[in-house]
Structure formats: C-alpha cells, structure tokens
C-alpha cells in the first residue's frame, strides 16, 4: 500500500499549491483520508480531513477559509488547494488515511493508519 503526495514547491507568500496524493495498493473510497504538515524543529500537525465521500471536511483552525481538501474516488486520489500561503505554512505535508467508522475522528487526533511520504512546501516572504 503506497499514499504517494505530489505538487509541493516553493512559492511566494500569498501564492497558491495544489496538492496531490495518489494511492495505490488498496482502495481508500470507503476511509477518511488526511493532510498533515511537519515544519522543522516541531511536531507533525493536523491540517485537514474528508470523510470517505466528501461529505464532511473538518480543518485546523490555522488553515480555515485558505485550504480545501476534496478527494476523487474514481482516482483513488486526495488534494489539497493550499490558497493565500504564509511563511508559516512551510513545512513537508503528508497524506494519510484512516480506516474504520471512526476513521474521520481518528484522523483529527492524528490516528493514522496508513501515511504517505511527504511533500515539502516552502512560502518566501
């Protein structure tokens, strides 16, 4: 089973990413899937979650109103838009998922069953 998150890079503050992760091994369409992010020298962080249809989306209060998360099951795939980009938001963001009824919830308390590797992004002031 491989999560496999393209589409960091470097950008200015205020600029835009889009995130991709692509799964592959297993179908993901019936679990919660997730973005989190790790910056150096700090824990990895929650950043947001959408449950196995994307009916239910739930955000870290430091990305509400700039991020979206939505997936496509046809592709077995998650993004991430990443809108009005910080310095702060630098960090290597990974995809994961969680599977089970309580997955969605799990996700938030940073539960994962499967994690991606990371993809780095970097937002210049």
């Known amino acids: 089973v491989q999560l496999q998150a393209s589409g960091g890079g470097m950008v200015q503050a205020g600029g835009s990413l889009r995130l991709s992760c692509a799964a592959s091994?297993?179908?993901?369409?019936?679990?919660?899937m997730g973005w989190f992010r790790q910056a150096p020298g700090k824990e990895r962080e929650f950043v947001a979650a959408?449950?196995?249809?994307?009916?239910?989306?739930y955000y870290a209060d430091s990305v509400k109103g700039r991020f979206t998360i939505s997936r496509d099951n046809a592709k077995n795939t998650v993004y991430l838009q990443m809108n009005s980009l910080k310095p702060e938001d630098t960090a290597v963001y990974y995809c994961?998922?969680?599977?089970?009824?309580?997955?969605?919830?799990?996700?938030?308390?940073?539960?994962?069953?499967?994690w991606g590797q990371g993809t780095q992004v970097t937002v210049s002031s």
């Open positions: 994961a998922a969680s599977t089970g009824g309580t997955g969605l919830l799990r996700l938030r308390r940073v539960s994962v069953d499967y």
């Open positions: 959408i449950s196995w249809n994307g009916a239910i989306a």
């Open positions: 091994g297993r179908t993901f369409s019936s679990d919660a």
